[in-house]
Nanobody, 121 residues
Framework: QVQLVESGGGLVQAGGSLRLSCAASGRIDGINGMGWYRQAPGKQRELVAATTSGGTTNYADSVKGRFAISRDNAKKKVDLQMNNLKPDDSAVYYC???????????????WGQGTQVTVSS
């Protein structure tokens, strides 16, 4: 079955950097949009950054200029480089992708298991 597997979270001091990675596996015909969301305790899940299969990107205003999303279509992978991290960036980060499973003909949304990012002040 299709899965999204994330890696790269952790604890970092304010001003530091982390890189998150997400790889799709399983029997896949195609992948459309891929992106990263985050959810802090007591808050709703929010979009952080997203990219289309053609490379168009979109960022939350709060991370513009600090985060960069990149994608490798051949490897079915999307990364999020996070620089100049702030305590407000602390959250569980989730990978999301719109995937067409093999021979399904149907675009389906998938989520990763989440990875914790904690930024200390």
């Amino acid at each position: 079955q299709v899965q999204l597997v994330e890696s790269g979270g952790g604890l970092v001091q304010a001003g530091g950097s982390l890189r998150l990675s997400c790889a799709a596996s399983g029997r896949i015909d195609g992948i459309n949009g891929m992106g990263w969301y985050r959810q802090a305790p007591g808050k709703q899940r929010e979009l952080v950054a997203a990219t289309t299969s053609g490379g168009t990107t979109n960022y939350a205003d709060s991370v513009k200029g600090r985060f960069a999303i990149s994608r490798d279509n051949a490897k079915k992978k999307v990364d999020l480089q996070m620089n100049n991290l702030k305590p407000d960036d602390s959250a569980v980060y989730y990978c999301n992708a719109a995937i067409v499973p093999l021979r399904s003909g149907r675009l389906t949304g998938y989520w990763g298991q989440g990875t914790q990012v904690t930024v200390s002040s």
